[in-house]
Nanobody, 123 residues
Framework: QLQLVESGGGLVQPGGSLRLSCAAS????????VGWFRQAPGKEREGVTC??????????NYLESVKGRFTISRDNVKNTVYLQMDSLKPEDTAVYYC??????????????WGKGTLVTVSS
């Protein structure tokens, strides 16, 4: 059974860092496109970053507002995808979700989702 489990959220001060983890089971993160998404209170879910499958080059892309601050990476031994978040801002506060798709190429229309982890950036 395919499963995604996020962890690593919490409360952090502005300017701080967090690393989120998305542990996958039932499939290899090398073979799927995997993305991080977030939903802030009262707002729609938005895509933050995506990494496509290793076979399609492992290309990454980022939401403009997080470029230079967030980094997505993949560990195929641990079968986990990470989101390193630096220089956090209050507007980054949201529930963060990871999603996966066997299309391997993009992160639109993800088929599988985790339950999310809350990130709160506040002093």
């Amino acid at each position: 059974q395919l499963q995604l489990v996020e962890s690593g959220g919490g409360l952090v001060q502005p300017g701080g860092s967090l690393r989120l983890s998305c542990a996958a089971s039932g499939f290899s993160v090398d073979d799927y496109s995997v993305g991080w998404f977030r939903q802030a209170p009262g707002k729609e879910r938005e895509g933050v970053t995506c990494i496509n499958s290793r076979g399609k080059g492992g290309v990454t892309n980022y939401l403009e507002s997080v470029k230079g601050r967030f980094t997505i990476s993949r560990d195929n031994v641990k079968n986990t995808v990470y989101l390193q978040m630096d220089s956090l801002k209050p507007e980054d506060t949201a529930v963060y979700y990871c999603g996966a798709s066997p299309n391997g190429f993009h992160c639109h229309g993800m088929e599988y989702w985790g339950k999310g982890t809350l990130v709160t950036v506040s002093s």
